[in-house]
């Protein structure tokens, strides 16, 4: 069990590689490549994959050549000198990224199309955690942490020509992408929330592994509840 615990980065990067380059190079519709850049099911499936090479810098092998180096990182943020003492386990890092962030990048892929406000809460998702890699480069004054690159170089172009499309498709509206980024700041609140509480003794760790994985219905759940608009 440990080593799926500390070995999953590697399975991410296994599933992310082929699948982009499938993706890329089916020959269903839109034949065109460039055409594919404004098809909604398209772009709404590349999330979960771009993600994934993400988590590979993230918990995996970063630019320094350290391996599962954010775990630490994460630790001292939370306030604590070492990991031996921290509730930010290997379990509760599996069940954050392949629990919370999988889950939601199917159901995008998956449902998207039908339930705009599932596909603007994965996006929302990137968009927030590379806000907070950049927030926590910017606190140590610029010092690169695991996972930075791939934030800066996958997520901000894809959310951002993702939004922009969409948006001209008529799949999103302007309210849209604002509730896709509060459902990114939700489920950070959510995980970060849970944590805290964690440590504070409130839940095992167990409970706090299945907390993740609920969160990762999150942008599913709102966009059953929240009724948009007519056009």
Known sequence: MQNVLL???????????????????RP????????????PTWLLWLPLPVYMLHQFEEHGVDLF?????????????????????????ELFIFAVNVGTVWIAGMVAGLVGTRRPLAGAGMLGLLAV????HFGLSVRDGGVYNSGLLSAAVLFVPLVG????????RGLFRPRDVVMGVA????????????????????????VLASIQIVNGFVPLGVSVLVRRPAK
Request: with cysteine.
């Open 183 to 206: 459902i990114g700041v939700a489920m950070h609140a959510v995980l970060l929330g849970s944590i805290i509480a964690a440590g504070k003794g409130l839940f095992s760790q167990p």
């Open 161 to 168: 020509l993702s939004f922009r499309v969409l948006l001209k």
């Open 129 to 132: 955690n590379a806000l907070a």
């Open 28 to 39: 269903r519709p839109p034949a065109s490549f460039r055409a594919r850049f404004t098809d």
């Open 65 to 89: 050549g350290r391996y599962y180096h954010f775990q630490a990182d994460l630790c001292l943020t939370l306030g604590y000198a070492d990991t031996a003492s921290c509730p930010a386990t």
């Open 7 to 25: 070995r999953w980065p590697w399975l991410a990067l296994a599933l992310a590689v082929p699948f982009l380059a499938w993706w890329c190079a």
